[in-house]
């Protein structure tokens, strides 16, 4: 029926985006005119809004007819053959784990781009998964391919690993397809509401994580974008404060980073190696999102980031960075010339205090992405690698730690004789000032030596190898506390006892040595102060009120205790 105040706007998705075909005044006639839009099998949505004129002149917006279909078969799709070795899935309920769901990714990555779909969206929404199963020779294919990737080391036959997954798979169908039928909640409010909802209809308290998954799929299904899927999870995470139904969202944030949403999301970048250090950036709640082309959800997702609330999605943007970083493609593809430049613009972002930001990982990266700048192959181009990887470390420090996280990668163990051999320069550097970059201040230098003998009291080396490194690097921290005379500095003779030996304390607490020789001459001046006669009424002198001196005697004995002292 036509009204004065009201239209009736007839969208169509395109691009996964709904953009507006006509404006109608009745409601059954813009009903049928996008139920004769999705009669072209190239129309991937259509809907109709009422657009209600109230009477302070603002409009009421009501959703009044929707839907969307896949569009005409483009030709076959398949899957991406990959290499690694994916963790067996034992039961039907691991297959709807973050590992499986990110091999799922990587494996249907092509069919997803076309279909707009996630991994839950496949396992949780029966006609997606229906789909799926219908596409091609898709699923066979993966599953050969993760059948022989997890049988190749002779850990059983691929004939029976493809059936066990078969076995699964036809369980999870049918988990499916009971959930299908089920008349749930639909995802108009809050998740944690939604999830309330359905807990009191699961059969068991397992079951409604996988019905909450339900009614999100179902809900997502409708946004053929990964900008539109992004952008409604980011809103539901935003606005969510239950730490179980905020890690659900996440992983399903996590299933959409794993799609082409990333270029969007960093927007123009002049390189890979700008795009790798922007998605560490965005990994850390740090990314400047001006050039994001997605604008709202790039901020929400960047907030939601820094405050550390979604560790699946970021685990999957540092996986993605470090795949970038192994991959053939150049990191500054306008100028091979700037390569190098490159690559050590990527080795700065990627080093923390304690060394590669993500350990062997990304120590593996650093070194495969080298064996792609020489000329050499197979070993002797990994050994130039780890050698330039090695001489373009900030210094002899991060030389050490990067060398360590190597030796504890699946590179370390075939080249475990260069990787040594690249400690005899570490054990020929006497003086700090050669170990740590030169412009640190002397509590960072001590900072950075005392990182890089954790780094190797943890490595894999023989335990022979790591006493002698690591007593090495005690000596040069030992040797700078007496040429610089750091203890002397801190327990000046003009102080207040109290500030003399509260400094000390918080030296030796403070992290900045290990425990060595250089410790426990910091620790030797210490117990100095400590034996004097009457330590205690000397330490309060000066404060007359009883219980700030009582206070302050407390606090003391308690940062001793922090500095290894009274244990």
Known sequence: MASDRANFEVQVMKNGRWIQQSLIDDQEAAVSAAKKLLKNKTCEGARVIRNWARSDGTYDEKEVFSQTQQVRDDGPVYIVNIDETPPKCEVPTDYYGPQSRAVTNRLFRNYMEKAYVTPTELMHNYKELKRLQEKDSLLPSAVDRV?????????????TRRDE???????MSAKARKADGMNLPKLNGAFKDMYDHVTSMADEPTEADFLAMVVLSRDLVDARSWAGKLERLCTLADAEGDKHSLSLLDGVIADVLGSNVVQEILGFQPSLAAAICAMLDLAEGKFVSDKSELGESAEMLNKLFLEQKLPESRNILIDRAHRQLRSPNPLYRNDPGKERDAFIQVVGRMLGPDGPLFGPDTAEALTTRYTRMVDEGGAKGRTIAIANCFNVMPDMAYGAMYLCDLMASPIGPEHTQDIMGHFQRVLSTISILRFCQRGLTPKDKMIRATAAHRAIMRSPFPQAMKDKLANHIDAILERYLIEEQIIEKLDHQDSHLRDRAVRLVQFCAAGVLPEGKAMNRARERILSLLRQPNFDAHFIEGITDAAKAQK????????????????
């Not at 059948?147 to 004939?159: F, H, P």
């Open 165 to 171: 997954i078969y076995k699964s798979l036809d369980q």
């Open 147 to 159: 059948a022989m990737l997890q049988t190749k080391d002779g850990q059983g036959d691929s004939k």
């Open 552 to 567: 302050a005697l407390r606090d003391f004995h308690v940062l001793l205790v922090r500095a290894g002292f009274g244990k």
